[in-house]
């Protein structure tokens, strides 16, 4: 280390600093300060991703890997590097196993498609939790619909943490993938995927890890986990929609189908036959996003500028100060009181639905989730038809987890 | 403590008392016509049974259900409202009930329907809470549009 990078010691995070990059926390809402917490929705994006889409749509902008002129050549450059800053964000070994994607669903859909479904016999199953998100639900869903798989589901214990040794059960010869969330949307349960990977290697299985929401509070380091496929998504990142990106082991590349079949994916087509373009170029048909490939590239910049171990022990500081100024509504039942759990607070209120709990915190100006988080068999789980969820992001406060502790206890006044 | 005026009109106390004590609740033994309906946005589920009686009276009503405070008050005073209508009155308060909520004109309401309707008006501040408010309302016309999921006896 150069004596430069030791005198530029990691300052503790500032919340207020990283605030002014955020426009849109200076809003009002019906007249109130906004609360924005539902990031684990969608965040909102700083300055600094919104003027790179800018710089870069207004200066440097053409399609890529098409035109020999000067701006297809900056762009495809730029779109180029975004796929390397994702590599470095998940310490992948190579750019090569980095496919860009319209987000997590997108993602995991591949998978499903080209990798698992030409593996598929009837009766062979797929090992997922009841705590996965739909998008880590649906697409193994058709695979039971057009190809007969099953789905083994694995339950959480009451404070949602996840069971491994019952995973590893679930394992058999005929389990094709394990699909798993590596932090859960709903109960912010954070899933101990290493051990997931090791236990299901050791049975020959790969692992699928929805890291959506996981990669946006901790580091991720793919090869550490030796994982399989992992999937992320943009605009939870901080970064622009339509854009996240699948991590594929490049042991499995070759043997992955195509998925979308267009431009850019191929290698030469005539009338008769059709060859396909190395990976990832293969599983990007048509125009990427690429003014978005731009975007995520500054939100995993800008992510990467902070130092992540501050900010994940501020999120967790509001995590906790919320979890204890909750425990004073006896009416208020959280639902996910797992160990090392990331920065999200579900809860159900006693005689509250979540959307009329959620209807009068929004004319407080506090944004929260309400209903089922598309998480369904989650909810049937914990025989809840909804829940109201507060997610904490790197730019929330402990005063904007008392301006929701305040709207709540109003609700209760109104709907109690 | 102060309230948004807005707040106040949508949880008034006629439609929390609904919510908590709602009316004509259950299921219907010997229905002619059932609906289901379903927001998969939230959740909520509503079930209504109705007997269809001579000359197109409703003769009985009932629902089942599970959701917020507005759409089990809603369907709760629809309940109310229409039983003992025939069912080109019932059809009528519907489409009245259906423009109250979206704060357009109810042209065609009777005075005293357009008095009892009123408390759910409040709903139309609250553009994503309008489909809450008529959940029931779609299910009751599906019901007696599809009434052949009902029960023959």
Sequence with gaps: ?416 | MMMDDSLRELYQEVILDHSRHPRHFGALEGATHVGEGHNPLCGDRVKIYLVLGKDNHIADIKFEGKGCAISQASASLMTDMLVGRTVGEAEKLMGGFLHLVKGEDANGLDEEDRERLDVMAGVSAFPMRVKCATLAWHTMKSALEGGATAKSE
């Design chain 1, 1 to 416: 280390m150069s004596a430069e990078a030791k005198i530029r010691a990691p300052a503790a995070f500032d919340p207020e600093a990283a605030r002014s990059d955020f426009e849109i926390l200076g809003r009002k809402i019906y007249g109130k300060k906004l609360v924005y917490l539902d990031s684990a929705a969608s965040a909102q994006k700083p300055r600094q991703v919104l003027d790179a889409m800018r710089d870069f749509a207004a200066n440097d902008y053409a399609n890529v890997h098409r035109g020999v002129h000067y701006l297809s050549a900056k762009s495809t450059e730029a779109y180029e590097n975004a796929r390397e800053a994702v590599r470095r964000f998940l310490n992948a070994g190579s750019a090569e196993e980095i496919v860009f994607t319209k987000g997590g669903t997108e993602a995991i859909n591949l998978v499903a498609s080209s990798f698992v479904a030409p593996l598929i016999q009837p009766g062979d199953e797929i090992v997922l939790s009841v705590m996965e998100h739909h998008s880590n639900i649906v697409p193994w869903h058709f695979l039971r619909e057009r190809q007969g798989a099953v789905l083994k589901w694995v339950d959480v214990a009451d404070d949602g943490s996840l069971d491994v040794d019952a995973l590893e059960r679930a394992i058999d010869p005929k389990t094709r993938l394990v699909a798993i969330t590596h932090m859960s949307n709903v109960l912010g349960t954070v899933t101990p995927l290493k051990e997931i990977v090791t236990r299901a290697h050791a049975k020959g299985v790969p692992v699928l890890a929805d890291g959506c929401q996981a990669a946006v509070h901790g580091r991720v380091d793919v090869r550490d986990l030796d994982i399989d496929f992992y999937a992320i998504t943009g605009h939870k990142l901080y970064g622009p929609t339509g854009i996240g990106a699948l991590y594929c082991k490049r042991a499995h590349l070759k043997a992955m189908r195509p998925y979308n079949g267009g431009g850019e994916m191929i290698r030469e087509v005539t009338r008769a036959n059709v060859t396909y373009a190395d990976p990832p170029a293969r599983f990007e048909a048509g125009t990427p996003p690429i003014i978005e490939a731009v975007g995520l590239e500054a939100a995993l910049a800008y992510l990467s500028a902070l130092d992540r171990d501050a900010v994940r022990a501020h999120e967790h500081d509001l995590l906790t100060y919320a979890r204890d100024r909750v425990r004073d509504f006896n009416w208020l039942r959280v639902i996910g009181d797992a160990p090392g759990k990331g920065a999200i607070l579900s809860f159900e209120a006693d005689g509250m639905h979540a959307h009329d709990l959620a209807t009068i915190l929004d004319r407080e100006g506090v944004a929260v989730r309400a209903g089922h988080h598309c998480a369904q068999v989650l909810m049937e789980r914990f025989c809840v038809a909804s829940t109201t969820r507060a997610s904490f992001a790197l730019y929330n406060t402990r005063a904007e987890v008392d301006a929701m502790i305040a709207a709540l206890a109003k609700a209760r006044d109104i709907l109690g």
